[in-house]
């Protein structure tokens, strides 16, 4: 005989009963709070009939007169009704666009638990960065995302030239990735200008973005406010804000500078640095490195995404010294004229060798784990062979050698072009899964 299981669905409304939103406990102590501020009034002015209740129950307990008893529940009450109201109040303010489309204990719930996810910091550049944030963002609002600000091409490059701006292309990326995609003004944000003359090529948020560094007077400033429109989850912050500019030594000796000009030439990379040689970073930055939990670096371009930032000695050495988990996500492919024939044991390496030529600390490991793909489509697109595109290799025994971990999962996005891409859903679940079992075998050697 079959036996028919039927799902029961939980109402929306029944979400404010779930352990852990921590919102019944403000609601409780507003109640006790206004209960005790009445206690207080009738212990002060005498009210009738309750008074006498009241009354009853100090006689019997042999308590202290009533005026002070009444003059301290009214402040008793007062204080406790106070910060409940400052737990609960926030409902009321910056949720309007999400409850149009879920209900208020929805929103709460998200926002609890995400205020107290993991402090996660991701350090890189380019689509991969922004990909994974969009990921991440379903786990923690305590992010940070540092990015590299080494590009000169397209529209960044433009800017960069003709306004003294930091590159805002990575940055603005970033900051769409945090927000919520399905908002407009993140669309705006991200709407490319394809005619016009002098405005054909770049983004409306890179405009934006140069707009409000002259207005705010720094690019640091102007990403905050720019933040606080599309309401992100968590901060983007530029892993310097001296104007950098990426120089590359090739195995035959010759040097290129800029970083769109370093896969063009089409020679393997043997050193990566940068003018000027050195560049600061913010307090800002520091901080959040040292206060993470988790250290995500990449997934993107080896030598001018991820790379870049940890040419800032600063940023190097506080990776290093972190006592947070870390983790390296490496490309699922090579990447034609700078990782070709790279296996991920020779990306690890190349992010080992920049840290220690950055800081000359050699004794520490700059992250403890390698992500790497397990799952290529049978049908890969034609475009990476031409393009001289090939899976990463991953070579277990050197990793295991270098003292790293390898976490292994699919991280691909399914499709029927045979096209790879990182899927931010389970790029994230791939990390945060070795984040609690790292975190738990930490704590049960302790």
Request: proline share 4%.
């Amino acid at each position: 005989m079959k036996i028919f299981k039927r799902k029961v669905k939980m109402p929306k409304d029944a979400i404010w009963l779930v352990p852990g939103l921590k919102v019944k406990r403000w609601f409780a102590l507003i109640i006790i709070g206004s209960i005790l501020a009445a206690l207080g009034v009738t212990f002060l002015f005498k009210l009738q009939p309750i008074y006498f209740i009241v009354e009853t129950a100090k006689k019997i307990v042999n308590f202290m007169p009533p005026e002070p008893v009444g003059i301290a529940c009214i402040l008793l009450g007062a204080v406790i009704f106070i910060q409940a109201w400052k737990k609960t109040n926030f409902m009321s303010f910056g949720l309007n666009e999400e409850r149009k489309q879920k209900s208020l204990g929805e929103v709460v719930y998200r926002k609890m638990k995400l205020d107290h996810g993991p402090k996660i910091v991701a350090v890189g550049g380019g689509t991969g960065l922004s990909t994974m944030l969009k990921g991440l963002k379903k786990i923690t609002n305590n992010i940070t995302a540092i990015v590299t600000v080494g590009d000169d091409g397209g529209s960044s490059g433009r800017l960069r030239e003709e306004m003294g701006v930091l590159p805002p292309g990575d940055i603005r990326n970033c900051i769409a990735a945090l927000a919520d995609d399905e908002d407009i003004v993140t669309k705006l944000f991200q709407y490319r200008f394809k005619t016009g003359e002098g405005l054909e090529g770049h983004s409306f948020g890179n405009l934006f973005l140069t707009a409000m560094t002259n207005i705010c007077g720094d690019m640091v400033s102007a990403i905050k406010e720019c933040s606080k429109v599309l309401l992100i989850r968590g901060r983007v912050l530029p892993a310097t804000t001296d104007d950098m500019r990426l120089v590359a030594k090739m195995e035959d000796g010759s040097i290129v500078k800029g970083e769109s000009r370093i896969p063009e030439v089409g020679k393997k990379i043997i050193e990566l640095s940068c003018e000027p040689k050195v560049c600061r970073p913010t307090q800002d930055v520091i901080e959040a490195i040292n206060n993470a939990d988790l250290i995500v670096l990449g997934p993107g371009s080896l030598y001018t995404s991820i790379t870049p930032n940890l040419l800032v000695k600063e940023i190097s050495a506080a990776i290093l010294n972190s006592k947070a988990k870390k983790i390296y996500i490496c490309n699922i492919m090579t990447q034609p004229g700078e990782t070709d024939n790279y296996s991920a044991a020779d990306h690890a390496e190349v992010l080992f060798k920049h840290s220690k030529l950055a800081t000359g600390i050699c004794d520490k490991k700059l992250f403890d784990a390698i992500l790497v793909n397990n799952f290529t489509p049978q049908n890969l697109a034609q475009k990476y062979e031409e393009a001289g595109s090939l899976p990463v290799e991953v070579d277990s025994t050197r990793i295991k050698k270098m003292g790293l971990e390898i976490v292994s999962n699919k991280l691909i996005e399914d499709n029927k072009e045979g096209l790879v891409r990182h899927s931010p859903s389970r790029l994230a679940k791939a990390i945060y899964w070795w984040y609690r079992k790292s975190s738990s075998k930490k704590h049960g050697q302790k």
